[in-house]
């Protein structure tokens, strides 16, 4: 008697130590596939790009669209842009390769809400650039800042030491008034910023160059303006731009790519993350 008991508490506790493997593994099951597995689609044939958030590390953007180049399921490419720019660098870069997405399946463009400065520059290779007529567009031109705190330097007691090799190396210092060439210096790296910028919006948006004053003095524009002055194509909504994707890229049965929630919630931290410290870059297209 004593072992049948024995026997069937042993059974009892291996049903109810199953029964909670089992529940663990339905909770782990459930949040990996609310976070990685939602809207699983494998035969997606069009999908959208998001540039959001301040434009500093392109790595992720340009992962992500030289995947969609090389998937041959894709057909289409949606680029929305919300951005207010960012870095020289990482702009060009992932304007390149959009240039290069777009030689391979259509890329439409659609300003969400701002697509200036970097980002604009950042989708000027899209087949063709729609934007949301309360949108801001342009910014087009370049800064270069930094503060002089020489004054605060002294006054708390502050004081600096330095070597350094190159006459240059200093240049853009806070810690004192920039010199004369210093100056010099930095805005001929400014203007030659600026020249590569504009050179590439005209080419690619077919604009005379010649009356950059008028396109590529800084201002931002709404999107009936930009419209007027060649930056962008066409006043539209999110969803006709959409329309236009599934309508260039010819898809019968159109299929959109998404993203589980866990991507978007990584979307979202990075773009407030890159937004925060935009400020501190240098230097910055805008």
Known sequence: MKILNSFLKFIRDLVKFTIQVFIVIIIVLSFYLAFKGDNIQKEANLVQINLTGAIMDDSKILKEIYDIKNNVNIKGVLLYIDSPGGGLAPSFEISMAIKELNQAKPVIAYAGGSMTSGSYLSGIWAKKIYANKGSFIGSIGVIMQGSNIEELAKKIGISTQ?????????????????????????????????????TEVANARKLDINSKKQWANARVFLASEAKNLGLIDDISTYFKAKEQVVKTAGVIEPIWKEKSRYEDFLDSLSAKTASLILQNLLPNIR
């Open 162 to 198: 330095t070597a350094k090799a190159g006459e240059y190396k200093e240049a853009g210092t806070m810690f004192r008034e920039w010199t004369l060439k210093e100056r010099e210096s930095i805005q001929n790296l400014v203007n030659q910023s600026y020249n590569l910028f504009i």
